[in-house]
């Protein structure tokens, strides 16, 4: 499986569909289907961009093994909030991995916050 976890944006084997790619949307449209997509690709989020609407950019592939979905995902930069609310109202459980191949992120619950760059994977 790790043949597919490649430095964002692209993966090694190109028949991993593409989920969702806003180079094909049009620039109006991008945010609310970004929004809808990754709610629907992995758990409902708030998305917050800091830049116009027609700027917004981002590309999902993704590959599912049974219960089991491996997504690689690259994007202008954005804010993602799990809201308890939107946290109580996902039906289905289920445990997130992420591992940071590129760029910075900053992680923040309750009273904590945690920088992270990219993972090493050697």
Not at 2 to 8: C, G, T
Not at 34 to 63: F, T, W, Y
Not at 87 to 110: F, N, W, Y
């Amino acid at each position: 499986m790790s043949r597919y976890l490649d430095s964002p944006p692209a993966c090694r084997d190109a028949s991993t569909p593409v989920l969702y790619d806003t180079a094909t949307m049009p620039p109006g449209d991008r945010f609310r289907r970004l929004r809808d997509a990754m709610a629907n690709a992995v758990v409902p989020v708030e998305v917050e961009h800091h830049i116009s609407p027609e700027q917004v950019a981002a590309k999902c592939l993704g590959l599912r093994v049974g219960a089991l979905s491996i997504l690689t995902i690259s994007s202008t930069p954005m804010t993602l909030r799990r809201t308890p609310r939107l946290a109580g109202a996902d039906v289905e459980p289920c445990v997130i991995l992420e591992i940071q191949l590129a760029g910075r992120r900053t992680i923040t619950q309750d009273d904590r916050q945690t920088d992270l760059g990219p993972l090493p994977l050697s």
